[in-house]
């Protein structure tokens, strides 16, 4: 496995270096990446990563469809990205998981809201970047808009909302405690 990471450098390398001209070629590149299949799309994506994002750790697992869209995120030792998830202004931190169809959004006030008088898509927003920290798994579907604390568990379908302590299981929309892992 790690001779055919090797073996991607003289592809992944120069796609990574382009990448960072600008956030939109970033995104481009991720997205083609994504839909590589299986095994080769997985080391593919890997060595991009690695070398495209601020920090990326040993043993990204990054499944087919599924895709960073900001440069400027740190992703921890052997983490987990699960297939169709999409991963916004969101650091990762070790032993991380997402299952399929998460959506790591960046923080809750992207897009403000509170005049009338101009469309909200000239109002402006504010991001927050939002971390998982190490230890966490959010599961299928959900959506995480606040950071989620160590060895915490995210359930299927949640919309996170809020911060999450550590070492909580958090379910519903909005995402409520569920228990506190012991």
Same mark, same amino acid.
């Given at each position: 496995?790690?001779?055919?990471?090797?073996?991607? /450098?003289?592809?992944? /390398?120069?796609?990574?270096?382009?990448?960072? #001209?600008?956030?939109?070629?970033?995104?481009?590149?991720?997205?083609?990446?994504?839909?590589?299949?299986?095994?080769?799309?997985?080391?593919?994506?890997?060595?991009?990563?690695?070398?495209?994002?601020?920090?990326?750790?040993?043993?990204?697992?990054?499944?087919?469809?599924?895709?960073?869209?900001?440069?400027?995120?740190?992703?921890?030792?052997?983490?987990?990205?699960?297939?169709?998830?999409?991963?916004?202004?969101?650091?990762?931190?070790?032993?991380? #998981?997402?299952?399929?169809?998460?959506?790591?959004?960046?923080?809750?006030?992207?897009?403000?809201?509170?005049?009338?008088?101009?469309? #909200?898509?000239?109002?402006?927003?504010?991001?927050?970047?939002?971390?998982?920290?190490?230890?966490?798994?959010?599961?299928?579907?959900?959506?995480? #808009?606040?950071?989620?604390?160590?060895?915490?568990?995210?359930?299927?379908?949640?919309?996170?909302?809020?911060?999450?302590?550590?070492?909580?299981?958090?379910?519903?929309?909005?995402?409520?405690?569920?228990?506190?892992?012991?």
């Amino acid at each position: 496995m790690q001779a055919l990471g090797v073996a991607c /450098w003289p592809v992944t /390398w120069p796609l990574a270096m382009l990448s960072r #001209m600008s956030d939109e070629v970033f995104r481009t590149i991720s997205e083609g990446l994504s839909f590589i299949p299986y095994l080769v799309g997985i080391i593919v994506r890997r060595e991009f990563y690695r070398f495209a994002l601020e920090s990326c750790g040993e043993n990204l697992v990054v499944a087919f469809g599924a895709l960073f869209l900001h440069r400027g995120i740190t992703v921890g030792n052997h983490v987990l990205v699960g297939r169709y998830s999409i991963v916004h202004y969101c650091d990762l931190g070790d032993f991380s #998981m997402t299952a399929e169809h998460v959506v790591l959004n960046h923080g809750a006030h992207y897009h403000t809201s509170d005049r009338t008088d101009i469309p #909200m898509a000239f109002q402006g927003g504010l991001i927050e970047p939002i971390s998982i920290g190490e230890d966490c798994i959010v599961h299928s579907n959900a959506v995480v #808009m606040a950071s989620v604390g160590r060895g915490s568990v995210v359930g299927a379908g949640a919309v996170v909302t809020r911060p999450v302590e550590e070492f909580s299981i958090v379910v519903g929309n909005p995402a409520r405690l569920l228990r506190k892992r012991d």
